[in-house]
């Protein structure tokens, strides 16, 4: 029975019973790990010892588990508590966005698959949240991290469709079964497109394709747009509505 010690944050909690969660979480050598972490919410001072008095969503921690092949959870002895992002219990947009950004990373990526990548965007965008106007910026460079790390990065200097190279205009199409932008308007779906992007989107996409620090360039309708953009992707991805993406396209 391997046992692991790592770096995790918590993406998805809830109570097993009145003393024990059970927990998702992010690792980074280990990729995500769901696991039973029993007595995690006594209050006994051995119990608080060793899981910190429980383990919150959105927080980042170093745990140690155990892993069994043949059981569905992973068994959590130890919890260490390192960073609470106290800013996402005081900001109502920030918490809103960062479960959004749990929610899209325990449905994009599978358990045990490691992503170091996107356990350190996370984490990075965890604490980027802390500043209101880095909201979507924050939000972006983690979206396409995440989309990228996973195998789903989408194409944007050449036909999706076609693989020919795309002319300069002022509105292109965004096709998700096509994976990225496309001259095709008659293929796809209601929720898998395409869709009519604005040339500042797809500038944006690019810049933070090739540069993750560049999103900050973009204004602030741009960047939101862009958000949005690749929240219905993952949609189309997953073939299902997160009730998470509602912060993004309600908003």
């Known amino acids: 029975m391997p046992r692991i010690k790592d770096q995790a944050v918590c993406i998805r909690h809830f109570d097993w019973s009145e003393t024990s969660q059970v927990v998702s979480l992010l690792t980074r050598d280990h990729g995500k790990v769901r696991g039973l972490a029993k007595g995690s919410k006594r209050t006994s ?12 969503l959105l927080t980042r921690g170093q745990i140690v588990a ?23 219990r005081q900001n109502l947009a920030a918490q809103r966005i960062a479960m959004y950004g749990a929610d899209l990373a325990n449905a994009l990526l599978a358990d045990h698959d490691t992503h170091p990548n996107s356990h350190d ?8 949240l802390a ?3 880095q909201h979507n910026a924050a939000l972006l460079r983690f979206q396409w991290t995440l989309l990228d790390d996973g195998g789903y990065r989408p194409h944007l200097d050449q036909d999706a469709a ?12 965004f096709d998700a079964l ?18 009519a992007v604005r040339r500042e989107t797809v500038q944006a996409l690019r810049s933070v394709a090739n540069d993750l620090s560049d999103s900050n360039a973009a204004t602030e309708t741009t960047l939101r747009r862009a958000n949005r953009l690749l929240c219905v992707y993952a949609r189309a991805i997953l073939d299902r509505h997160l009730p998470t993406m509602d912060f993004l396209l309600d908003g």
């Open 131 to 133: 500043e209101a106007k």
């Open 66 to 88: 155990v892993i069994r092949p043949s059981a569905e959870l992973a068994t959590l002895t130890e919890w260490d508590l390192q960073d609470p992002y106290p800013h996402l």
């Open 121 to 128: 965007a996370l984490t990075t965008f965890l604490a980027e």
């Open 162 to 173: 076609t693989g020919q190279a795309l002319t300069d205009q002022s509105t292109y199409c």
């Open 45 to 56: 001072p051995s119990a608080a010892a060793r899981f910190s008095g429980g383990i919150d």
């Open 178 to 195: 096509a994976g990225g932008i496309t001259g095709l308007t008659s293929r796809g779906t209601k929720h898998a497109g395409p869709w």
